[in-house]
C-alpha cells in the first residue's frame, strides 16, 4: 500500500504535522517495505490556499491513503473526491502512525 504522510521533518522518525496544507515535508511510504520518498512541500508558506494546493498535489500521487494531523475541510474533500482514505488526529512519528495505520487497516479487513 502506497500511503502519504505530512511531516515536520525529512526522516521517517520525523513527527507528523499538525497542519496539513503547511507541512514542511511529504513522505510517500511504501507500507510493505517501509521505504520511502520525500518531497518537500512547495506550498508550505502559502499565506492561504495551501491545503487546497497540497491536497491537489498529493492526488497526482495516488496514494492509497492520507495520514495527518489535521486537515481542512476543503483539502479532505478534494482527497475523499479522489477516493483516496484520510485519517487525520494522527500523533507521533511517521513510522509508528504508518504502522498502526497498517495495523487497523488489517483489522478491518478482516472483520
Known sequence: MRVVVTAEGESIDSDVSDDFGHAPFILVVDTDTYDYHVIENEFAD?????????????????????????????????????????????????????????????NRRAA
Not at 99 to 105: A, G, S, T
Open 46 to 106: 502559502s499565506p492561504e490556499g495551501a491545503g487546497v494546493a497540497v491536497a491537489k498535489a498529493i492526488t497526482t500521487l495516488e496514494p492509497d491513503a492520507v495520514l495527518a494531523g489535521g486537515i481542512g475541510t476543503h483539502g479532505l474533500d478534494i482527497l475523499r473526491k479522489a477516493n483516496i482514505f484520510v485519517s487525520y488526529d494522527e500523533e507521533g512519528t511517521v513510522y509508528n502512525c504508518v504502522f498502526d495505520f497498517v495495523r487497523r487497516h488489517a
